[in-house]
């Protein structure tokens, strides 16, 4: 059975690489009726956010991408919760230990720091120089119960690190540049190197989807998997998501925040639509699709390996084509939703014209956010000139000429383009002089549809 997990670690708010990275595991263990897995990676205590792990499966509901092992549902291969496996992470390195596979290292940081300091100066790579490496296990158990220590991987120095990865191929890695990375640290806590390669064995993960920026650790990984004799998942190592200037989408931008794209207003249907699309193509070139389309036509191996372009612009544009698809209906709940909290919407939910209200609007929407602008007029609005009082007197009288009975679209429209070629005035200037408004919804059905003549007539004589 297939099984696939992301690994998320509470250190702070759900970022949109997590979900893209949620998508792809849970879409593939869809496909191939498998598990999709979330495992949580506190074991950083110092780092940990309060109520980010809730938001983390706050965020997969509202995505709609459910789990079907974690903390909060449990399963057959918890906890899973690092921080509830530490003794689990001990039985496994006491064995690495004893097999020769990592070794017990006693330098203090003073001589860390220094031994960084002289590699840099002599420009040389940043890594641990094995200074433990050479201690007798008898020898370093004599130390243990006295001197602070870690325990660290022993990178095999006699063959080359060749790995695989199911997007991009073998790959080479020179092991004389690949460091003794620590697998414990002092505080008995294992470092990510350790615990994910035992959390993915007594998981049975069975495909590793994650970020291209853990490529480099994989030889570490394999080396340990090697030393246990443990069976491989398969490894895809996933673009990372780029800004239009080409660096790294990172936390520090605002939009990398899932809260940022709720409170903006994008449907979470249209960000999936969207992430599909970064660094995979759909066989027939098509941009619209769901979630259950994708599904059936996603394999890992597909991905390609450059990192895409996050377009904020072109997001906004798959937004707006999600909403003019919706029903008048399904667009109106989840407005009520978005605006819930919002006092001024009351009124308007309320009102009997709010179906045709949202009907204009939503050709005009990207975002529901923008809802507020097209049907509630701005508090603080630019007063008419003298110069656009007059005009707008005249128009009075040109709109007080159509009766009742002529009060229809193409009628009006006929006499307000007469008005403007004769006044040489602007349609937006129009439309400011009748609604007292820079923008909002569809001028002329406004007019006939939901403020009718005498309303309209109302409005424009207390204007000019």
């Known amino acids: 059975m ?17 979900v893209y990275q949620a998508l792809f595991n849970y879409s593939f263990a869809k496909k191939n009726k498998g598990s999709f897995i979330v495992r949580v990676e506190d074991t950083d205590q110092t780092r940990i956010v309060p109520g980010a792990e809730e938001k983390i499966f706050e965020a997969l509901d509202w995505f709609g991408l459910p789990e079907d092992e974690s903390p909060r549902k449990g399963g057959d291969f918890g906890p899973y919760r690092q921080s509830e496996r530490l003794e689990i992470y001990k039985k496994y390195l006491s064995e690495l230990i004893e097999k020769g596979g990592a070794y017990f290292c006693f330098c203090t940081k003073e001589r860390l ?29 004599k130390r243990l119960s006295n001197e602070p220590h870690v325990a660290r991987l022993k990178i095999p120095h006699t063959r080359k690190l060749i790995t695989r990865d199911e997007i991009r191929g073998d790959v080479e890695f020179d092991p004389t540049l690949t460091e003794d990375s620590i697998l414990m640290k002092s505080d008995f806590f294992p470092t990510y190197h350790f615990a994910v390669v035992v959390d993915d064995h007594l998981m049975k993960i069975t495909h590793v989807i994650r970020g291209e920026e853990w490529l480099s650790s994989l030889p570490k990984h394999i080396v340990i998997y090697d030393y246990f004799g443990w069976e491989k998942p398969l490894f895809y190592h996933t673009p990372n998501l780029r800004n239009p200037d080409k660096s790294k989408l990172s936390k520090r931008h605002g939009h990398a925040n899932i809260d940022w794209y709720r409170k903006e207003g994008f449907l979470p249907e249209a960000i999936l639509n969207f992430l599909c699309l970064m660094g995979w193509s759909y066989p027939d070139q098509r941009e619209e699709f769901d979630l259950s389309e994708f599904i059936n036509l996603f394999d890992p191996k597909d991905l390609k390996p450059v990192g895409p372009i996050f377009d904020l612009t072109k997001l906004e544009w798959l937004n707006g084509v999600w909403i003019r698809n919706m029903s008048v209906q399904d667009l109106r709940k989840r407005l009520e939703k978005f605006y819930k909290d919002d006092k001024d919407f009351s009124v308007i939910f309320e009102s009997r014209h709010i179906d045709l209200m949202i009907g204009l609007a939503q050709s005009r929407m990207k ?12 508090q603080k609005q630019r007063q008419f000139s003298e110069e656009e009082k007059e005009t707008g007197k005249k128009l009075l009288g040109v709109l007080q000429e159509i009766n009742h ?13 007469n008005f403007r070629d004769e006044e040489g005035v602007s349609m937006k200037l129009i439309y400011f002089l009748i609604t007292g408004r820079e923008q909002g919804l569809p001028l002329i059905e406004t007019m006939v549809k939901i403020e ?13």
């Not at 297939?2 to 997590?18: D, K, L, N, Q």
């Not at 809802?371 to 701005?378: E, G, N, Q, T």
């Not at 009718?452 to 000019?464: A, C, F, H, P, S």
């Open 2 to 18: 297939v099984r696939t997990r992301i690994a998320p670690s509470p250190t702070g708010f759900p970022h949109i690489g997590t």
């Open 113 to 141: 720091d220094a031994l960084r300091a002289s590699q840099s100066a002599a420009k040389q790579p940043i890594m641990y120089d094995g200074n433990c490496r050479g201690l007798s296990l008898e020898e370093a158990k």
């Open 367 to 378: 975002k529901l956010s923008e809802f507020r602008s097209l049907v509630i007029a701005p």
């Open 405 to 417: 009975t002529d009060w229809r679209e193409d009628i009006i429209l006929n006499y307000l383009k």
């Open 452 to 464: 009718g003549r005498d309303q309209i007539l109302e409005n424009l004589k207390k204007r000019v």
